[in-house]
Structure formats: structure tokens, C-alpha cells
């Protein structure tokens, strides 16, 4: 089992590589002169002298694959070059707005675990009850409204009619919960789903038959046994969705204006700051990565089965 | 058994009802000139954020153009934006698929490799991350959206082809003097195709969805040309006093996306194809 986990997290540093490699070849493909856009950014009226100054600086002279080692060495140390806008080092930039990013993220996958994880249990408990057409209801709507509009219409209902909320900005827990609801929506579509169909999946299983035939409690069986075989793969779900979470940050941070790193990118992008592009996209491509590593490590300890079982396959 | 029915009575239901859905889209698409009562991009300050009447059936934006026009047009935008991408990111898949999974070798591990690369980011974040790179537009996002799907179809290709490649009737070919070009035109797309029609429903819903929210984000299709997410952004500065400027094409949008999820699951229940994602 050991091995196996070093296996699992050796194997994410080829992956890695290939995401550096192609943001490097992108970028290279860009049509935007890291150097001129410093200058610009600084100011400097950029004369032939200067430039080749810069671009000397930079390493812009050298032959490609020393200048792709170059950024990879510095990558690995989270140095991720300087904006050209404010002409901060990117990290800084980056990191000062990680912590509201990350309080949206926690926020609405609360409130996703709180609401899917009742509804879809109760929902695979009871076949074509009135929770299961509720989950369905959840599952379907919440895979087909765009966020941003759905953010919105929160808006429009809760601040605008009711003055419940308020409709940006950061602060108190209140200006937490539309944003959270809204990124949570998608998530709740696919846990409730994603649970619902493994409840059901578990009860047919000849455990909770041994079980039952044992006379063990309903609540017991239900609660401990199917409850934490049927999570496992809402936890896969978890993590395979993280990225797309980073995603959804982006669009619920544009709507309620929330100044989190999402937002920043997206100014990013209009300014075609491209340092900053950079450090997200590889950001957001490791979170994604290690994610995964991390869930498959996680069912293998809710599910021990896997470890003996999967190892050669994957 | 009478539940297998009734569930199969259901699922041709919902298939004939968004076909039906999904026609009428099409026809408004090729329709939008004649249908429109105005022209959806005609300034009007006199007539501005009217409420309905009968020359505005949904009233008028901030600049007084016709909101129903407005929504007709741009669902040309999305539906055509969306099939583009579509053909597109599936054309590539199956060329990149058919080649991987037939010819395997270092081919196959090359291409392999960058279908990796691509699917270690999360789609719609290397979109941006590619308007970013190469600058905002609708021809950078519509790119960065094929870039991005490709990668999915010639997985799934791949998987089909080597599965195929395998049947007795494809070595039959190959031993009565089939040329390999002639096996993956007559043997391999041919079988291929069919499963990849129900996941282009399914896809085209999420094509539309993502078109609609680089839109909103300012980085897809830019004003005044009407587009649903585009609307949602220039209506969000008049969400006090005129939500409905935003709640119209925000249910397009829904309309659009569920019945493209709804035909593509009836579709792949009845045929049996699981989707991949």
C-alpha cells in the first residue's frame, strides 16, 4: 500500500510537466513581447536598445528548451515572474487574494455537502418518493441553469425584493451565503445524483441482506453500513470537481464582485497580463491533479478493497 | 416488464418533445430576419426600457431596442456558434481517434501525451486561460472552445477503434486485401459515428452554456451584436429597476441547455450509450 501511494504521486510529476510544457508552448505562441509589455506597463518608452536590453534580461535570447528549463526551475520555487500591470511579483498578487477565494470554495461545498447529502440518502431510501422527485428536480435544474444567471435571479429575489442579502461585496457571513448557494448549485445536482444512485446501488448488495438476516438495526445497517459505502463515490465527485469549482469561482466572483483570485484572472485576461495567466492556469492544473491523487487516496481508505484490488490496473 | 414499458413510452415522449423543441429552435435560427419585428440592433433612445406593448411584444433594453428581436437573433449566435464547435472538435477527435487507436505505436503514445496535457487543466479554465494568451474575441473563444473539446471525442474514438480493430469481420477485411484506408472509411467511422451522434446532444447544450458565459464575461461575443449571455451582462446594471432584461434570455439559455440534456439522455437510454465526462 505504501508503494502503491508513492507510485500514485511520482505519477503526477510527468503529468505536470506536460501542463507546463504546453501553458510554456501557448505562451511562446502568443503574440504578446514579454518585454515590450513590461516596458509598456512601466511606462518606458521602448526603444530597439532597451528592448533587446529586456529580452536579454528575461532570457528571451536563449535557445527554447533553456528557457522552458528556466521556467520550470523557477515555477518550482513559486516564482511566477512579475504582472505586467502593477508590476508586483505575481505570487504576491496571487496569494493576497487566495483567502477569499478559498472561503467561497469552503462555503459552497458546505452548503453542497449539507444539502445533497441528505436529500439524495433519504432519496435512494425511498424510490419515487416525494425527496427522490425533490433530488431529481435538484439534479436535473442544477445542471442545466447557467451560474451567472442563477446568481442573479438569488439577487434579484433576495436583495432586491426581500433585502435579506446583501448584493456584493465581502464581509459578514450574509454576504457569504448568496455567492456559496450559487456555486453549490451545480454540486448539488451531481452529489445528490451521484448518491441517490449509489444508495440504491448498496441496498441490493448481499451485505445489508447479511445484515438484516444478522436482525441488526434498520437504523444501524442504513446509517454505518450503506451511508459509508454509498459516500465513496460522492467523495470521487468531490475531487474530480474541484477544478471545475475553480472554474465556477471565476463566474460567481464576476457576479457578486467578490475579490477573490477569480476575479483578478479575469482582469488578468482583459489586460493580457500574461505572467498572471500563467500562474493561474498551472494553478488550477495542479489543484486538479493533486485533487484526484488526494481522492483516490481518500476511497482507499474508506474502501480498502480498491488498494488491493486497483493497483495494477491503474 | 410494464415499468420498462412505461419508462420507454416516457423516454419517446420527451424525445418527440424536444425534437419538436429543437426544430422550432432551428427554424427560428433560419427564420430570425422574418420573425423579428424589429432590427435587433436598431438604437431607439426615444422608445428606451418600454415595458411590452404591441410593436415591443417584451418591451425595449436601455438603448430602446426590441428585446424579442434581440432574443430571436441571438439564438442564431448560440445554436450556430455551438454546431460549429461541435463538427469541429468532433472532426479533429475522429481524425486524431481513428489514427491513435488504428496505427497505436508511437503515434498513438505522442497523441495520447497531448490529450493528457490538455485534460490536466479544467476545460473552460485553459478557455480563458487561452483568450488570455491570444486576447479576447469571439474567434479566440469559439477556438479556445474546439482546442478544448477535441480532446474528449478522440479519447472516446480511440477506445471504440481499438475495440473494433479487434472483431473478426475487420481482420476479415485486413486478410482479403482491404487497404487500411479503405477499412477505417468503410469498417471503423461508420460504426464509430452513431454513439457520437447522442453525445454531440449532450454536448451541445454544454458548447452553448460555456459560448453564453464567456459572453457574460465581456469575452465572447462583444455588443451590440445579440447574444443570451451577453444580454445577461449589459441587463445586470438595470437589475433594480428592469430584471426582466435579464431573466428573458437567462430562460433561453435554460430552455436551450435542458432540452439538449434531456434529448441527448432519452437518446442515449433508448440506444444504449453511456455518456463519458
Known amino acids: 500500500m505504501g508503494v502503491y501511494i508513492i507510485k500514485r504521486i511520482l505519477a503526477i510529476i510527468p503529468i505536470f510537466l506536460l501542463a507546463t510544457l504546453l501553458t510554456f508552448g501557448l505562451i511562446h505562441m502568443s503574440p504578446v513581447d514579454p518585454a515590450e509589455a513590461y516596458l509598456t506597463a512601466a511606462h518606458i518608452q521602448p526603444t530597439d536598445e532597451i528592448l533587446a536590453q529586456k529580452r536579454q534580461e528575461f532570457g528571451l535570447d536563449q535557445p527554447l528548451y533553456i528557457q522552458y528549463l528556466n521556467s520550470v526551475i523557477k515555477i518550482s520555487q513559486a516564482d511566477f515572474g512579475t504582472s505586467y500591470v502593477s508590476n508586483k511579483p505575481v505570487w504576491d498578487e496571487v496569494s493576497s487574494r487566495m483567502s477569499a477565494t478559498i472561503q467561497l470554495a469552503l462555503g459552497s461545498i458546505l452548503t453542497a455537502i449539507a444539502v445533497s447529502v441528505p436529500v439524495g440518502f433519504l432519496a435512494g431510501l425511498k424510490k419515487g418518493g416525494g425527496i427522490d422527485h425533490l433530488s431529481r428536480f435538484l439534479s436535473f435544474f442544477g445542471a442545466s441553469i447557467p451560474s451567472f444567471w442563477f446568481g442573479y435571479l438569488l439577487i434579484i429575489f433576495f436583495s432586491v425584493k426581500l433585502d435579506l442579502f446583501p448584493v456584493e461585496g465581502i464581509g459578514t457571513w450574509k454576504h457569504l451565503v448568496l455567492p456559496s448557494v450559487t456555486l453549490a448549485l451545480p454540486l448539488i445536482a451531481l452529489y445528490t445524483r451521484l448518491l441517490r444512485a449509489s444508495v440504491i446501488e448498496n441496498l441490493d448488495k448481499p451485505y445489508v441482506l447479511f445484515a438484516r438476516t444478522r436482525g441488526l438495526q434498520e437504523k444501524l445497517i442504513l446509517g454505518k453500513h450503506v451511508l459509508r459505502m454509498a459516500i465513496s463515490p460522492m467523495v470521487t465527485g468531490l475531487g474530480m470537481n474541484l477544478g471545475k469549482l475553480m472554474t465556477g469561482t471565476i463566474i460567481v466572483e464576476a457576479v457578486f464582485s467578490w475579490p477573490g483570485f477569480g476575479r483578478y484572472f479575469i482582469e488578468a485576461i482583459f489586460n493580457r497580463d500574461v505572467p498572471v495567466i500563467q500562474c493561474y492556469v498551472l494553478l488550477a492544473a495542479a489543484l486538479f491533479i493533486i485533487s484526484n491523487l488526494v481522492v483516490d487516496l481518500i476511497q482507499m481508505y474508506i474502501d480498502p478493497r480498491i488498494s488491493s484490488k486497483g493497483i495494477t490496473e491503474r | ?277
Not at chain 2, 481513428?98 to 493528457?116: A, E, F, H
Not at chain 2, 496535457?117 to 479556445?144: C, E, Y
Not at chain 2, 480493430?165 to 464509430?192: D, F, L, M
Not at chain 2, 442515449?268 to 450509450?273: K, N, Q
Request: aromatic fraction near 8%.
Open chain 2, 1 to 277: 416488464m410494464t415499468i420498462k414499458i412505461h419508462a420507454r413510452l416516457k423516454s419517446r415522449k420527451v424525445m418527440i418533445l424536444c425534437s419538436i423543441i429543437i426544430g422550432m429552435l432551428i427554424l427560428i435560427t433560419l427564420l430570425a430576419p422574418w420573425l423579428a419585428p424589429h432590427d435587433p440592433t436598431l438604437v431607439n433612445l426615444a422608445h428606451k426600457l418600454k415595458p411590452p406593448s404591441w410593436e415591443y411584444p417584451l418591451g425595449t433594453d436601455h438603448l430602446g431596442r426590441c428585446t424579442l428581436s434581440r432574443l430571436l437573433y441571438a439564438a442564431r449566435m448560440s445554436l450556430g456558434y455551438a454546431t460549429l464547435i461541435f463538427i469541429s472538435a468532433l472532426t479533429i477527435g475522429l481524425v486524431v481517434g481513428t489514427l491513435s487507436g488504428y496505427k497505436g505505436g508511437w503515434v498513438d503514445q505522442l497523441l495520447m501525451r497531448i490529450c493528457d496535457g490538455i485534460m490536466a487543466f479544467p476545460s473552460l479554465l485553459l478557455v480563458l486561460g487561452l483568450v488570455g494568451i491570444f486576447g479576447h474575441g469571439l474567434k479566440q473563444v469559439i477556438l479556445a472552445l474546439i482546442f478544448v473539446q477535441w480532446v474528449y471525442y478522440a479519447r472516446i474514438i480511440r477506445g471504440m477503434v481499438l475495440s473494433l480493430r479487434e472483431q473478426t469481420y475487420i481482420a476479415a477485411a485486413r486478410i482479403s486485401g482491404s487497404s487500411q484506408w479503405t477499412i477505417i472509411r468503410k469498417h471503423i467511422i461508420p460504426n464509430v459515428l452513431p454513439p457520437l451522434a447522442v453525445m454531440g446532444a449532450l454536448e451541445m447544450g454544454w458548447a452553448i452554456m460555456d459560448i453564453s458565459a464567456m459572453s457574460f464575461l465581456g469575452l465572447g461575443v462583444q455588443p451590440p451584436t445579440p447574444e443570451w449571455g451577453a444580454m445577461i451582462h449589459e441587463g445586470k446594471s438595470y437589475i433594480r429597476s428592469h430584471p426582466e432584461l435579464m431573466i428573458y434570455p437567462g430562460l433561453m439559455i435554460m430552455l436551450v441547455v435542458v432540452t439538449f440534456n434531456l434529448f441527448g439522455e432519452a437518446l442515449s437510454e433508448r440506444y444504449g450509450v453511456k455518456r463519458n465526462s
